[in-house]
């Protein structure tokens, strides 16, 4: 089920495969603002993505490395070739710390993404599709979570979890599972709403003549309809998750330094610096938290505006454009039909393939209305 | 006739999409002289709708506009361009000069407001009232409009009022400030035959009652027949042929004309199944074997809600279908018609009676036993571009009885018959690769009648599988239609609400009325000479594509209305 409900669905187009998932389609029809907002948000979801993955090839030390040839780094040491971003109060190199707490944030995201996705459109489903008493109890639990602050969530939750002794993966599913559990009511609602208008679909009920069953209607037929605005939601699960890990740390609930790089650990740390004028604890955790964010709200804020033919810009037709598409439903031609009989009739709503070419624009009519 | 109310001169309508630029108009020059019904006819995408819209600037924002619309005011005077003149100038011109009647009219109407206040809104955006004046000016022309009681009906809302009803006051708001033109976009469409034969009586009367010259766009060529002066056909953006009526309808000049004369189907017409022997062999109809599907006292309520008393869609409603036998089921909307259909394939709950299909009693039947029937079952969705999966190829789609039912494994394995069934429906083998939407409607609609006959079964249920196509392409679907069921032999339900297409195929036809069968027989018997009153009013209020005719018949019409 989680390879069927992870925001790479394709699209039906006859394009190559690479082309139609998702966010590469967008990135190829969208102009403009848009595209800028999109490519920006990118740009710094796959830094922050690469940081990550590379963090053992790009950090010069380890996140809890106090020393290097046997030496003593020291406190509070000012950016250097050594340190270039400096050192912390406690000894540990800055730069190293940041690069490791991204491994961290991403741990957070994909733990809690596909924990809130499998949990959140399994019951969507289910509840959309055959309604009654459970989709009412679901519902109302669905609107009961969501006035619960996920912070105080993933505080009870990491108390629970590790009696606030956090280690890393302490720390990494406190969070993750508050977030799950704040993101269940978001995916619930939306995939239950889009089960409830396919069920309604023709396609659904011609499944239902054909004899298929319910479990084969659900996975086959309605779920793929129903998971397409979906990535908008990843995107803002991704963003919670980081902002939700670093309060944690911010608040001291975080992850111990020794067991893995935490920005919202460091940012708390680095409070009493800035009145000292150390400049070089605060600034790069919180310069991180922030582009993470901001690389994947952009994400989704352009692909929420490339989704909706209302919000998106399109490229402006010249008046005596040089290729002109036709809104003909019956391309080759009502006129190219001979008398009455298949012969004749068969030219009547298409030509054959061979004689269409394949870069025939494929319906306006539906579009222009 | 001095000067024309409207002149449309070289238009060219673009439109930006996602695809690019597409021409949806490529130079339209028209004229529409005062107190004249102008048709526009062709089949969607042709840019008739775009051409009318034009006149008042409806157009969207992403469409650039070339060419000059002068519109002129009700006295000859004022001439402006429509294309080029302000969006505040616009505004003062629509309403008063011009005035437009959509397809459908429940959504045109805002349902939280009086339709009064609603008429009158138009009036005040144009002149300074109070009150009472635009209420009485509302209230007169509901009553020019055929609305009784008016001075009462003026405070109901939208609900309170039938679909036909609901269709006056559309065309009421567009009267109420006199404009020299009214622009109706399929304004009958939406309707039933008996109501719409009641709007084009109204449409009729405007040019001599309210002096308003009319833009008629419409499909459907009885329609035509019934009401225009004068005919443009419009075909891929632009006007193959335009002429008066009678002229265009006795000698079509281009041969696209031609074509679509020859497709609209006509009562006592074609029957397609009689044409020809059949070239394959077809299955052993067994004269011994019971019916396939028998009803008897069959009834069907949907469950009220809020303790409200449920709503009995089917009343009692005896009807057979022997093996290999075309019933056509025909009635207005309401009727029951497609309760029966979905009854039939065990969508629908039966409440009452008793229906026999293929042999097991569907009154409270099991999914568990009816399953295996299924098979022997096969169902046409009316819409095409709502039957198919989006995500999955029509090879999937078709294969997708086969493989349910055991047959193939999966959908590679069954993709021989999969061919085997598109080419049967005379689609190109490759457009199995295709996704449905890159199908256009008729091919869907073969596509469709393949997955249905995927394990050749032997009852098929058309639930009005052309009504929502283009006449040449309905003509196409229907051939095919009546081609493969006498190879095939299947036993078929055809459900429609257009008398001619089921006289074409049918071997019987069944007239539904509020759920009661009120007369059934041949086709012959049933429309060549009609016993109950609703059958031969049904007939009677259906516009025939020939202008001649149609005006004798509207005489019969009115004869049977006024009794």
Not at chain 1, 127 to 150: E, H, M, N, T
Not at chain 1, 159 to 171: D, K
Not at chain 2, 54 to 70: D, F, I, W
Not at chain 2, 225 to 238: C, K, S, T
Request: negative net charge; proline residues 6%.
């Amino acid at each position: 089920m989680a390879t069927d409900t992870t925001p790479t669905g394709t699209l039906p187009e006859h394009a190559p495969r690479w082309k139609r998932l998702p966010v590469v389609h967008q990135l190829r029809t969208s102009v403009g603002l848009q595209r800028g907002m999109l490519v920006a948000g990118l740009v710094l979801t796959a830094v922050f993505v690469l940081t990550a993955v590379l963090a053992p090839l790009l950090a010069p030390y380890g996140w809890a490395q106090l020393r290097a040839d046997g030496e003593l780094f020291g406190s509070h040491v000012e950016p250097s070739s050594d340190h270039l971003l400096g050192t912390t109060v406690a000894g540990y190199d800055v730069l190293s710390r940041v690069i490791w707490g991204a491994r961290t944030a991403l741990y957070t995201i994909v733990i809690g993404v596909i924990l809130s996705i499998v949990i959140g459109v399994t019951l969507g489903l289910l509840s959309g599709y055959f309604g009654g008493w459970l989709d009412r109890v679901l519902v109302v639990v669905a609107d009961a979570i969501y006035a619960f602050p996920s912070l105080l969530l993933a505080i009870l939750a990491a108390i629970v979890i590790s009696g606030g002794q956090s280690s890393m993966w302490g720390g990494v599913m406190a969070t993750a599972i508050s977030i799950t559990v704040v993101f269940i009511p978001q995916y619930f609602r939306v995939v239950r709403a889009e089960v409830v208008r396919v069920k309604g679909e023709a396609f659904v009920e011609s499944a239902r003549v054909v004899g298929a069953g319910h479990v084969r209607i659900m996975t086959r037929h309605v779920l793929r309809n129903a998971v397409r605005t979906l990535p908008l939601i990843v995107t803002l699960n991704a963003c919670e998750a980081v902002l939700t890990l670093a309060g944690l740390g911010f608040l001291g609930f975080g992850i111990e330094p020794t067991a893995a790089g935490d920005w919202g650990y460091d940012l708390h740390k680095a409070l009493a610096d800035v009145t000292s004028g150390i400049w070089w604890t605060a600034i790069p955790p919180g310069v991180a938290i922030v582009l993470t964010a901001l690389g994947v709200t952009l994400v989704g804020e352009s692909l929420n505006d490339l989704a909706d033919p209302r919000l998106r810009t399109r490229r402006r037709a010249a008046l005596v454009a040089g290729e002109v598409g036709t809104t003909s439903v019956v391309p080759g031609g009502v006129l190219a039909a001979g008398p009455e009989g298949v012969d004749g009739l068969d030219a009547l709503e298409g030509a054959p393939p061979e004689i269409l070419p394949e870069s025939e624009p494929v319906s306006g009519p539906e579009e222009d209305r | 006739m001095s000067t024309p109310v409207v002149e449309i001169r070289d238009l060219k309508v673009t439109f930006d999409t996602d695809a690019g630029a597409v021409a949806a108009v490529k130079g339209v020059s028209l004229q529409v002289a005062a107190g004249e019904v102008l048709a526009i006819v062709g089949e969607s995408g042709s840019g008739k709708t775009v051409t009318a819209r034009s006149v008042l600037g409806l157009l969207p924002e992403t469409a650039r506009t070339s060419g000059a619309v002068l519109l002129s005011g009700r006295d000859g005077s004022d001439v402006q361009d429509v294309t080029t003149v302000s969006s505040s100038a616009l505004r003062r011109l629509r309403g008063r000069d011009a005035a437009m009647v959509f397809q459908e009219p429940s959504s045109v109407l805002n349902p939280v407001f009086p339709v009064g206040w609603q008429i009158a809104e138009g009036l005040r955006a144009h002149a300074r009232l109070t009150r009472e004046q635009a209420r009485e000016q509302a209230i007169d022309v509901l009553r020019r409009v055929g609305i009784p009681d008016p001075e009462h009906r003026v405070d109901h809302y939208p609900h309170q009022f039938s679909g036909g009803q609901k269709q006056r006051i559309v065309i009421a708001q567009a009267l109420v400030l006199n404009p020299g033109l009214v622009i109706a976009d399929e304004p009958t469409t939406a309707l039933d035959v008996t109501v719409q034969a009641e709007i084009l009586d109204l449409l009729r009367i405007l040019p001599q009652e309210f002096g308003a010259a009319i833009v008629l766009i419409t499909h459907n060529m009885g329609v035509v027949a019934d009401l225009a002066d004068r005919v443009a056909v419009m075909y891929d953006g632009e006007i193959v042929e335009q002429a008066d009526v009678r002229t265009l309808f006795a000698s079509p000049q281009h041969p696209y004309t031609r074509r679509l004369l020859d497709a609209v189907p006509r009562v006592g017409g074609v029957r397609l199944r009689e044409r020809g022997a059949p070239t394959l062999t077809s299955r052993p109809v067994d004269p011994e074997a019971g019916p396939v599907v028998r009803a008897r006292g069959l009834e069907v309520t949907y469950p009220g809600r809020l303790r409200k008393p449920g709503f009995t869609a089917v009343a009692g409603v005896d009807l057979h279908i022997a093996p290999g036998e075309v019933l056509g089921l025909v009635g207005e909307s309401g009727s029951g018609k497609t309760t029966i259909g979905r009854a039939i394939a065990g969508l629908t709950h039966v409440t009452g009676g008793s229906l026999e299909v293929l042999g097991v009693e569907m009154n409270g039947v099991r999914e568990r036993r009816f399953r295996p029937v299924r098979k022997r079952i096969g169902f046409v969705f009316q819409d095409p571009a709502t039957s198919f999966n989006p995500l999955l190829t029509i090879a999937q789609c078709v294969a997708e009885p086969l493989v349910v039912h055991g047959v193939a494994d999966s959908p590679q394995d069954a993709r021989p018959r999969v061919d085997e069934l598109l080419e049967a429906v005379q689609l190109p083998r490759a457009y199995g690769d295709r996704f449905p939407h890159e199908l256009s409607g008729g091919q869907r609609q073969r596509a469709s009648l393949a997955r249905a006959l995927a394990l050749d079964p032997e009852l098929l249920i058309a639930d009005e599988p052309t009504s929502a196509l283009d006449v040449s392409v309905q003509a196409r679907v229907l051939d095919l239609f009546a081609r493969l069921q006498v190879e095939l032999g299947f036993a078929c339900l055809f459900i429609s609400h257009d008398l001619a297409v089921v006289d074409m195929l049918a071997d019987r036809i069944a007239v539904l009325h509020r759920g009661v069968l009120v007369e059934e027989g041949t086709g012959d018997e049933v429309l060549g000479a009609p016993q109950h009153p609703y059958t031969q009013r049904l007939l009677a209020s259906l516009p025939v594509p020939d202008p001649v005719e149609q005006a004798a018949r509207r005489a019969r019409w009115d004869g049977l209305r006024g009794a």
